[in-house]
Every structure is written in C-alpha cells, then in structure tokens.
C-alpha cells in the first residue's frame, strides 16, 4: 500500500518508513562499524561498496576492482583511514564519517538519530564497536523516528497502533477479517492421567472437531471462540472510531455455501447491518451514510529543516572543561586520579582492544583532563601489557567487571574484575597506594563467595598502581 501511494507521489509515513534501520546512509555506516569489528567479512565490504557506487556508470567494476583492497580505496577516495577509526569512539568514527562521505549535506533526521541511539548506548556500555552493535542488532527493528504529529503526509499504521488515536479520515481497508479464523493455534485439553502414561493435559490442535472430544473440549473451544469474537469486535469498534470526519470503509462479499452473508467474518457483519436497515442491495457495490465535508484549500506548512550540525572536536581551539578538573591539584588528586577513575575506566576495558575507546569516552565526557591523558593511559597499559598479568587480558576470556555477588549472608561484594574459565575464575583487585595486609581478606572475601558458588578461585591479584605497576599473588 505505502509503494502504490509513493508512486503517485503522495506522503506516506509508515511504522517501517520510520524505523532508523530503513535509511540506507544509517545501513552504510552500520557496514563500517562492522567492518571494523570483522574486516575480513566479504558481505560487509560489498554492502559498503554497493552504497558508494550506486550512482556511477561503472559500478560493477568498482566494487570487483576494490572487493578486495577496500581501505586503500576508501584512504585514496574519501580520505578515510579505516585503521584509525577504533581509536575513536563509535560516536566520533560515524561523524567523521558523515562528514568525509557528505552523506547529511543539509539535514538527515536518521543520521541525527542514530547519533542519538549511538551517545545513549555510550553512556550504558561504554564506547566499544562491539557492545553498539550487539545492542543495534537487537533493537534494529525497533528504533524509529519521532514525527510531529501534524505532518501533512498519510498514516500507515495497524489498528492496535491506531487505539487512542484520532485522525480527520480514516481509511479502513481490507475490513474482511475472519472472526473465528485460528492461524494454527494448540490448546491444553485436560485428559485422565491413566489414560495416558501419566500426563494431565495434551498439548493438541484447535480444531472444530476439538467439539467432539468431549464435554470439558467442547467448553474449552467455545470459550477460545468467545474470546476470539470479543478481540475481533474490540479491534472493529476501534477502527471504527478514529475518524473526526469520515470514514471510508473497503470490504468484500464473502458468502456461506448457501450464498447468504457470512456473519463470521467482518463483511458479512456489514451486510447484516445493510439488511437490518432495509439498504442492502445485492448489486450495489457501495453505500454511504451523511455528508462529506473536505477543506480541500487546508494544507498543513511543512516543518523548517535544521542543518546537520557537526560537532568540530578537531579544531584547535576546541576544548573539554574537565567535570573533576577543580579537584586534581588538591589534596584528593591522587585518590580521584588513581582510585576512582581508574576503576572506572578498567571497569570497560576486557582486552587491549577496548583501551582506546575507553579512554576516548571518559576524556569527552571531561572526566580526563588534557595534561593527564598520557599519565593515565600509561597507567591502564602498564596493568593489561604487564608480563605476569597479560594472560589475563587476551582476547577470548570470559571476563565479568565491576559485577556484584551476593553472598548467603545478604552481603554485597563488587570484585574489580573476575575472569572465567570453565570452573576456574581469577579474582583481580585494583588498589593505589601503598601495599597493605588488610587488603588480602577483602580479596579472599570474594574467593570465599565464588567457591560457595562452585567456582575454584586458582589466583588471586592484587594490582598496585602507583610509579610502576605491582601484582601481588595471594
């Protein structure tokens, strides 16, 4: 229906048009993230080459000719360097990409909200490709756009989604639905448990010849069908009350065997209604009721576009006012500088590959001051490339950070970082400062509460963080 009306050039907006995912701009950059995440997928790189070259004459040589050689081609054309895009956050990487690409050169209100899903997840899950797109492969189908709800345009929409709604004139098409139709429905049927090997219930098809099961069947079917026939006339009553106006209503003739009305589907309600009132004639195939009234000379102003607005974080004169800045020359620096954030920071980071993306979310958001980047970058690589703590940062570990355990007595205890394999977990603690005694029983606290899990805590660390990094194995 909405590609038969968007051929004759009318508006139509749709609950599928809105969804962000119908974009193919918000499709292409979706296909960079993943290349980013497996540059290796052939399918991705085709997606990627397939948006870039549906405007050129030569667009099957292109993508034969570059299939294979996608970042040179993408370095050489368009300026950008896929190998630098992990070193940003996801947020940064698309809107470099926007712009490198010229895919908003007015206004994209899909680009703008993938942005927005794109900074929402950022601050739930962190700044890592991964975590966004795990998260867009789950919610894809339903992330769609906000319309103001004067726009002049069509509605497409199911009749559940229109409850609550009212609009001038409604269209109601295909209004033939069957009442009692059972688009194979099962049904629990109580039966005697000596009967069959024990079992209570049989799980089995709601058919009409369930009628002839028996007494407890036959009561059962009867009242799925009343229950079927109460949603129909509900989802009737409701399309049939959204109109302010008029109402258009498109049906057909569906007859019984014995070509009489067939009362159990909505057209057949429709002719009973004509015949209650003396208006039905067999051969007419249309019947209205009152008058139309359209202000044919009403249009509704369409909306102002807003550019697309960048945010320019390469320019020199741009800067980020630190949320914590007014604290690292006092007395709590080494505490906020080496604690707290630095907890925060491993608490997003499960392999080398997460580091730089960590660190690009929390110095955006102002909580990385400029003159301390480099200070604590050194600090987080020198915990993940120590020598006798690299085995515990690889790539394919099950690794659980900053998660709470509950423990038989109802207390609550957080390990800094827990890494799993099998049966064997490794319990690992970040402490600044110096070292001390009274650390070893919070750390065999979560030992003890691990093993009451049925877990064998085979190491234990604590990670000392000041001038150089120090683990202590328990």
Same mark, same amino acid.
């Given at each position: 229906?909405?590609?038969?009306?968007?051929?004759?050039?009318?508006?139509?907006?749709?609950?599928?048009?809105?969804?962000?995912?119908?974009?193919?701009?918000?499709?292409?950059?979706?296909?960079?993230?993943?290349?980013?995440?497996?540059?290796?997928?052939?399918?991705?790189?085709?997606?990627?080459?397939?948006?870039?070259?549906?405007?050129?004459?030569?667009?099957?040589?292109?993508?034969?000719?570059?299939?294979?050689?996608?970042?040179?081609?993408?370095?050489?054309?368009?300026?950008?360097?896929?190998?630098?895009?992990?070193?940003?956050?996801?947020?940064?990487?698309?809107?470099?990409?926007?712009?490198?690409?010229?895919?908003?050169?007015?206004?994209?209100?899909?680009?703008?909200?993938?942005?927005?899903?794109?900074?929402?997840?950022?601050?739930?899950?962190?700044?890592?490709?991964?975590?966004?797109?795990?998260?867009?492969?789950?919610?894809?189908?339903?992330?769609?756009?906000?319309?103001?709800?004067?726009?002049?345009?069509?509605?497409?929409?199911?009749?559940?989604?229109?409850?609550?709604?009212?609009?001038?004139?409604?269209?109601?098409?295909?209004?033939?639905?069957?009442?009692?139709?059972?688009?194979?429905?099962?049904?629990?049927?109580?039966?005697?448990?000596?009967?069959?090997?024990?079992?209570?219930? =049989?799980? @089995?098809?709601? !058919? %009409?010849?369930?009628?002839?099961? $028996?007494?407890?069947?036959?009561?059962? *079917? /009867?009242?799925?069908?009343?229950?079927?026939?109460?949603?129909?006339?509900?989802?009737?009553?409701?399309?049939?009350?959204?109109?302010?106006?008029? =109402?258009? @209503?498109?049906? !057909? %003739?569906?007859?019984?065997?014995? $070509?009489?009305?067939?009362?159990?589907? *909505? /057209?057949?309600?429709?002719?009973?209604?004509?015949?209650?009132?003396?208006?039905?004639?067999?051969?007419?195939?249309?019947?209205?009721?009152?008058? =139309?009234?359209?202000?044919?000379?009403?249009?509704?102003?369409?909306?102002?576009?807003?550019?697309?607005?960048?945010?320019?974080?390469?320019?020199?004169?741009?800067?980020?006012?630190?949320?914590?800045?007014?604290?690292?020359?006092?007395?709590?620096?080494?505490?906020?500088?080496?604690?707290?954030?630095?907890?925060?920071?491993?608490?997003?980071?499960?392999?080398?590959?997460?580091?730089?993306?960590?660190?690009?979310?929390?110095?955006?958001?102002?909580?990385?001051?400029?003159?301390?980047?480099?200070?604590?970058?050194?600090?987080?690589?020198?915990?993940?490339?120590?020598?006798?703590?690299?085995?515990?940062?690889?790539?394919?570990?099950?690794?659980?950070?900053?998660?709470?355990?509950?423990?038989?007595?109802?207390?609550?205890?957080?390990?800094?970082?827990?890494?799993?394999?099998?049966?064997?977990?490794?319990?690992?603690?970040?402490?600044?400062?110096?070292?001390?005694?009274?650390?070893?029983?919070?750390?065999?606290?979560?030992?003890?509460?691990?093993?009451?899990?049925?877990?064998?805590?085979?190491?234990?660390?604590?990670?000392?963080?000041?001038?150089?990094?120090?683990?202590?194995?328990?």
């Amino acid at each position: 229906m909405a590609d038969f009306l968007t051929r004759r050039g009318i508006q139509v907006i749709s609950t599928e048009s809105l969804l962000i995912n119908s974009s193919a701009k918000v499709r292409f950059l979706i296909n960079l993230l993943r290349c980013q995440n497996i540059p290796d997928d052939r399918s991705v790189r085709y997606e990627i080459l397939s948006f870039l070259s549906k405007e050129k004459s030569n667009r099957h040589e292109l993508i034969t000719a570059n299939l294979n050689e996608l970042s040179a081609f993408l370095a050489e054309d368009y300026e950008l360097v896929l190998s630098e895009l992990p070193q940003k956050s996801v947020y940064d990487g698309l809107e470099l990409a926007i712009k490198l690409f010229d895919l908003a050169p007015d206004n994209d209100v899909y680009l703008s909200s993938l942005l927005d899903v794109v900074l929402d997840v950022e601050r739930k899950d962190g700044a890592g490709v991964r975590p966004f797109l795990e998260y867009w492969d789950k919610k894809k189908d339903k992330l769609s756009l906000s319309t103001p709800a004067a726009s002049n345009a069509i509605r497409i929409m199911t009749i559940h989604k229109a409850k609550g709604l009212e609009f001038a004139t409604v269209i109601f098409p295909y209004a033939t639905e069957d009442i009692y139709k059972r688009y194979r429905k099962n049904m629990w049927l109580p039966v005697e448990p000596e009967l069959y090997n024990g079992f209570d219930t =049989l799980l @089995i098809s709601e !058919k %009409k010849e369930v009628m002839h099961y $028996g007494e407890k069947a036959a009561a059962l *079917y /009867s009242e799925e069908e009343q229950k079927m026939e109460l949603d129909a006339f509900n989802l009737l009553y409701v399309a049939l009350t959204r109109a302010e106006k008029s =109402l258009f @209503i498109i049906s !057909k %003739k569906v007859n019984t065997v014995k $070509g009489g009305h067939n009362t159990s589907h *909505y /057209s057949g309600l429709f002719i009973h209604y004509l015949k209650e009132k003396g208006l039905w004639d067999k051969d007419q195939e249309s019947y209205s009721f009152g008058k =139309l009234s359209l202000d044919e000379g009403a249009s509704i102003a369409s909306p102002k576009a807003v550019p697309f607005q960048y945010t320019h974080k390469d320019r020199p004169a741009f800067g980020i006012l630190a949320s914590a800045g007014s604290l690292w020359d006092t007395e709590r620096e080494a505490a906020i500088s080496q604690g707290n954030l630095l907890h925060t920071i491993m608490s997003h980071i499960e392999t080398k590959e997460d580091v730089a993306k960590a660190l690009a979310l929390f110095s955006r958001k102002g909580d990385i001051p400029s003159e301390k980047f480099e200070q604590v970058q050194h600090t987080v690589y020198s915990i993940i490339t120590h020598p006798e703590l690299i085995p515990y940062y690889k790539e394919g570990l099950i690794v659980k950070n900053e998660t709470d355990i509950i423990t038989r007595q109802g207390k609550f205890l957080r390990p800094d970082r827990l890494v799993f394999n099998e049966n064997e977990v490794v319990v690992i603690d970040y402490k600044t400062g110096k070292k001390d005694p009274t650390y070893h029983q919070q750390i065999y606290d979560y030992a003890d509460a691990l093993e009451e899990m049925g877990y064998l805590a085979t190491q234990k660390i604590i990670v000392y963080s000041t001038d150089t990094i120090s683990p202590e194995f328990i």
